[in-house]
């Protein structure tokens, strides 16, 4: 079973300004010669980690990871200013394109778990030239129907127990109506208290269903209270207006990049992206090689998961 490469530690790093008085927070580690990389990190909102560079042979790859608007190191972060006026998947992607050509990298495989699945769908669509592989896991296509399954009771069925506390913010009458806008409601209250419950209880739902057994430490770190608050309102303004997506248009445009390489790795028990968009995108892309994961659920640091990625990471190591 294969596990992440060694802790490193970037030798380049900055902060890029990208337009709309936004900057993104940017960084390098592995070979300044080796085959480049750009890790795209989920949610929408949520942040590049140390282990993020451990998915990549140091040796062989010139490993980019970068924070996406309003979160992580880069900004201004949303918790600080609440605007999301500059802050859509168009943006995202010019955002990908103005950093790959301050770097002066001419292709670079795209990688990208979760919502960083979708967004790296919807780049290399629009700019298949530059993409030399992607390596993709817990695919997440953006359709409505993934909205409804995850917020609005499906999954519920699952862990009725979390269900209940991510109820818990939302008044009982309104229980019944689409929940994603209630809790748009919710997480721009100009009550602060009240924000921030729906923010945690936001937050810890995706933590305590994110993967197959319990990690208690991924729960306290999503339920603090300046990622949650970020994270929940950036999640939620994206999926309410449906990623800034045409309704089935990563699968409609599949054709731009069905000449690319390409790896999905998808937890047999994901509850947060089921393993039906992972099976629909790979029957729609031929090319595509699959793995299911019998034995994990959404999460990229489950053994399983771990194994598959670094497998095509390596199978992708030579340049092309």
Known sequence: ??????????????????????????????????????????????????HHRRFFDPLAYRIVLFDQRGCGRSTPHLADDPSLEHNTTRHLVADIERLREFLGVER????????GST?????????????????????????RMEIDWYYNGAAGYVYPDAWAKFLAPVPEDER????????????????????????????????????LLPQPERLAEMSAARFALAFARIENH?????????EGQLLRDIGAVVHIP??????RHDIVCPSVSAW?????????????????????????????????????????
């Open 1 to 50: 079973m294969r596990t992440l490469y060694p802790e490193i530690q970037p030798h380049d790093s900055g902060m890029l300004a990208v337009g709309d008085g936004q900057s993104v927070y940017w960084e390098v580690s592995g070979s300044p010669d080796g085959k480049p990389v750009v890790f795209l990190h989920g949610g929408p909102g949520g942040a590049t980690a140390p």
């Open 108 to 115: 670079w495989q795209v990688f990208g778990g979760s919502w």
């Open 119 to 143: 967004l790296a769908l919807a780049y290399a669509q629009q700019h298949p030239h530059r993409v030399t592989e992607l390596v993709l896991r817990g695919i997440f296509l953006l359709r």
């Open 176 to 211: 019944d109506h689409d929940l994603v806008e209630v809790y748009h409601r919710l997480l721009h209250s100009p009550d602060e208290q009240v924000a921030l419950a729906a923010g945690v209880a936001w937050s810890s739902w995706e933590a305590a269903t994110s993967s």
């Open 238 to 246: 994206y999926f309410r207006h449906g990623g800034f997506l045409d």
């Open 262 to 267: 390409a790896v999905i790795v998808q937890g």
């Open 280 to 320: 629909e995108l790979h029957r729609a892309w031929p090319g595509s090689v699959l793995h299911i994961v019998d034995d994990a659920g959404h999460a990229a640091t489950e053994p399983g998961i771990t194994h598959q990625l670094i497998e095509a990471t390596d199978r992708f190591a030579k340049p092309r």
